[in-house]
């Protein structure tokens, strides 16, 4: 957990003070001295890749890319926040084993006031389908977004892209995972002969990944890439 803190320009107003506080694990958010409200925003985790089967000449295979979370915000009073809340944080859902698996689904980032407020919940993007090679041509399909719940705003998240090869061994794919609301998920598209990998690291809090990929013999069977960890970001008025 971060603390950041920022006096603004209020001469005489009631709130002197912004403060944020930022949540990357779970813990337990307690509120500065003299907080009067906070805004509170959160993601869950994002869904991982599908893993492969790859290797051969003149086949090829791409994961479906994960699912980004849902997207929550809130204003709470000092008095709904009570002593403190409990803070946990999704983590992004693990890749594809090895083969032609998909990726798992992130976990969900809640909020939860000591206080009268209701507990604020953001459930992770869901995985990408995994892939066997083919010489024909084939889809996987991408994770399907999370959701959220009890927050003045509530989002759902993005749909992670499908992965497509073509006939004859080529390799014709988007790549790129869900985007959340806090973050984009990194986003190519590639047109390939021969190659592999994973297409990129994953984006940031919330974002599902990207499809690993196998063209020709230029690839190899594989895990898929972990979606990103959740987050919650609560913001202070002092």
Not at 58 to 80: D, E, H, N, P, V
Not at 136 to 165: E, F, R, V
Not at 168 to 195: C, K, R, T
């Amino acid at each position: 957990m971060t603390t950041n803190n920022a006096t603004n320009n209020f001469t005489g107003g009631a709130i002197a003070t912004l403060a944020v506080q930022t949540f990357t694990g779970s813990g337990t958010y307690t509120p500065t001295s003299g907080m009067k409200y906070c805004i509170v925003e959160g993601v869950g985790g994002g869904g991982g890749a599908g893993g492969i089967v790859g290797g051969t000449a003149g086949q090829a295979a791409i994961s479906g890319m994960g699912a980004s979370a849902g997207y929550f915000r809130k204003l709470f009073t000092a008095a709904q926040i009570g002593a403190n809340a409990a803070v946990t944080i999704g983590a992004g859902g693990a890749g594809g084993a090895s083969g032609n698996n998909a990726g798992g689904t992130g976990g969900t980032t809640t909020f939860d006031p000591a206080g009268s407020g209701a507990t604020l919940s953001s459930t992770g993007g869901s995985g990408g389908s995994g892939m066997a090679e083919s010489a024909s041509a084939q889809l996987a399909g991408g994770g399907s977004p999370g959701g959220a719940s009890n927050g003045d705003l509530n989002i759902s998240g993005n749909y992670g892209n499908y992965g497509i090869t073509a006939a004859a061994g080529a390799s014709l794919y988007q790549q790129g995972g869900g985007n959340s609301f806090l973050s984009v998920s990194n986003y190519s598209i590639y047109i390939l002969s021969s190659g592999g990998g994973t297409g990129g690291g994953t984006g940031g809090y919330g974002a599902g990944s990207n499809g690993r990929y196998s063209c020709q013999a230029g690839g190899s069977t594989g895990v898929g890439q972990p979606g990103a960890d959740g987050v919650v970001i609560v913001t202070e008025f002092i």
